[in-house]
């Protein structure tokens, strides 16, 4: 119980504070971080998208592509939670396509634009596991 305490304090930061956070974070916590701000964001942009605040949305929507490319930088760049970042990628994608199809179709080129570019991430993240130019062992 003592030991999920530190977990649970971060759980309540705000997006604000886990956004200062990540750009002293050293490469592997940037992942976490910028992961953790995404998946958050994407939530957000659902809520606000419902609650019909959609300038709110669209600045969430656009915070999920580029805490994601901040996610990507720093997996390979330090070469660890690539798989991770891929992953939560994919869910991301997934969660925001599903959301496109509930709002009004003025909203939906947003979003489209920032799952292509979570597509992206994960092209770069999967040729950064799988690409040729990697020795072989």
């Known amino acids: 119980l003592i ?5 649970l304090a971060r759980k309540e930061e705000s997006i604000e504070q886990l956004k200062a956070r990540v750009e002293a974070a050293n490469p592997d916590e940037k ?3 910028s992961l953790e701000i995404a998946e958050r964001q994407v939530e957000a942009a659902d809520k606000a998208f419902t609650d019909g605040n959609v300038d709110a949305a669209h600045a969430a929507v656009e915070d999920v592509a580029i805490y994601a490319e901040k996610a990507r930088d720093a997996a390979i760049a330090s070469g660890r939670r690539v798989k991770d970042a891929e992953i939560a990628a994919r869910k991301m994608a997934r969660r925001l396509d599903d959301i496109k199809r509930t709002v009004s179709l003025e909203d939906q080129p947003a979003i489209e634009k920032s799952v292509k570019r979570l597509d992206d ?3 770069d993240l999967l040729s950064h596991m799988f690409g040729k130019d990697k020795k072989k062992k």
Not at 3 to 7: D, H, Q
């Open 3 to 7: 030991a999920s305490l530190p977990a």
């Open 31 to 33: 992942v976490k971080v």
């Open 121 to 123: 991430v994960r092209t």
